[in-house]
């Protein structure tokens, strides 16, 4: 079973001051296996560029939306989280299955 450690690595950051570490991906795990679980959501007007939101309201957990850039192949950040997008996402049971809960 994978974990977010799986495919995650740690940086550390040093700056002048201070220096810090930072945990990001190494490489995404493959979701396309499961696309045939995959769900339609639509974006409602008070989540509109806050995947932060949706991720929370799907999950309840804020710090997972990264999983919904990873499925709907989101690369431009925040402004592709508009108002009325049907973007797609798996449920909780599948992503706890994978270990990336």
């Not at 799986?6 to 991906?25: K, N, P, Q, V």
């Not at 008070?46 to 949706?54: A, L, N, W």
């Not at 997972?64 to 797609?88: A, V």
Request: net charge negative; glycine share 4%; proline share 4%.
């Amino acid at each position: 079973m994978q974990n977010f450690d799986s495919f995650a690595s740690s940086y550390l950051i040093l700056t002048d001051t201070e220096s810090y570490y930072c945990r990001g991906l190494a490489y995404p795990t493959d979701l396309y296996p499961y696309k045939n679980m995959y769900k339609n959501y639509i974006i409602k007007p008070e989540e509109q560029y806050r995947p932060d939101k949706i991720a929370y309201n799907l999950w309840g957990n804020q710090y997972s939306s990264w999983i919904l850039d990873l499925i709907n192949n989101f690369t431009h950040g925040i402004q592709e989280y508009y108002m009325g997008r049907q973007i797609q996402y798996l449920e909780s049971t599948v992503l706890n299955k994978l270990g990336m809960f």
